[in-house]
């Protein structure tokens, strides 16, 4: 079972920024394309951001495209995600998840793909 713990969620006022971190266990870190999901209450969890298990492609969702940043540092099993000009709409958990076996250059989309799935972490605009 692959562990993954997000952590960096929390209050932020309309305008600032904010930045998930991600850690997974090494076992499949190399091999894994991931993801950052988010679920607003009474919505369906919907995907924000991807990167490829090689780091060198991303995708980005389109409410977040132009304001966000995801990233990876191989070296340390962490993913990471910045969001600036935070929106109230932007309030949701936010859970990362791990695509064990993706394409090495293709960032995963679909959250029927990722096999591992963390906690979550909320985070709250306020206006």
């Known amino acids: 079972q692959v562990q993954l713990v997000e952590s960096g969620g929390g209050l932020v006022q309309a305008g600032g920024s904010l930045t998930l971190s991600c850690v997974a266990d090494?076992?499949?870190?190399?091999?894994?394309?991931l993801g950052w999901f988010r679920q607003a209450p009474g919505k369906e969890r919907e995907i924000v951001a991807a990167?490829?298990?090689?780091?060198?492609?991303?995708y980005y969702a389109e409410s977040v495209k132009g304001r966000s940043t995801i990233y990876r540092d191989n070296t340390k099993n962490t993913m990471f995600l910045q969001i600036h000009a935070m929106k109230i709409e932007d309030t949701a958990i936010y859970y990362c998840?791990?695509?064990?076996?993706?394409?090495?250059?293709?960032?995963?989309?679909?959250?029927?793909?990722?096999?591992?799935w963390g906690q979550g972490t909320q985070v709250t605009v306020s206006s």
């Open positions: 990167i490829s298990r090689l780091g060198g492609h991303t």
């Open positions: 998840a791990a695509d064990v076996g993706a394409w090495a250059t293709a960032p995963t989309v679909l959250p029927a793909q990722y096999d591992h």
């Open positions: 090494g076992r499949t870190w190399s091999r894994s394309g």
